[in-house]
């Protein structure tokens, strides 16, 4: 599955402009794809600061702030992980804007999971205050490359979207 390079491209049109914002991303279902799909531009590191793939809870807590109780609870999977790591990433960076991901890119028997689905985070840290939007992606019949690779489009997808919004003062 290729990389949607023309989300990379218009996300570099928005962060490009005044004032300039930064981003970081935390990873774990998507393995650096959002990463990868950020900085596949030239350019990229006026704006990219970098990013983590956090696969497991110590990690997570550890690298990022995750709440070790509730992620160990859930697997590490839930909106409340997911906004965490994107907070995470921001602080562990520097960043304005963190983008996170936590999911599953396959069915998991064991967590009753029957489908690859996964949660997703934006967070805006600005003067102190923290902004988030986040969601879910639901991944019916995909096989984890896929899924991996659908997740971080729709991530990169989303903020665009945030960015697009800063930017036109809404």
């Not at 600005?126 to 690779?149: C, F, H, N, W, Y």
Request: hydrophobic content about 45%; glycine content about 8%.
């Amino acid at each position: 599955m290729l990389m949607n390079t023309g989300l990379s491209e218009h996300l570099k049109k928005l962060l490009a402009k005044k004032p300039r914002l930064t981003v970081a991303t935390a990873e774990s279902l998507t393995a650096g794809r959002v990463q990868a799909l950020i900085a596949s531009v030239s350019g990229a590191s006026d704006y990219f600061l970098g990013g983590v793939t956090a696969y497991s809870l110590d990690e997570k807590a550890k690298l990022l702030g995750v709440n070790r109780a509730h992620a160990k609870q859930c697997h590490c999977v839930s909106q409340q992980v997911a906004v965490e790591m994107a907070v995470g990433a921001c602080r562990l960076f520097g960043a304005d804007i963190g983008v996170a991901t936590t999911g599953y890119a396959e069915p998991s028997r064991a967590e009753k999971i029957k489908e690859p689905m996964a949660w997703w985070a934006v967070a805006h840290v600005k003067r102190g205050k923290i902004a988030v939007m986040s969601g879910t992606v639901e991944l019916p019949g995909a096989d984890r490359l896929e899924a991996q690779q659908r997740v971080a489009d729709s991530v990169v997808g989303m903020l665009v979207a945030y960015v697009r919004t800063l930017r036109a003062g809404k």
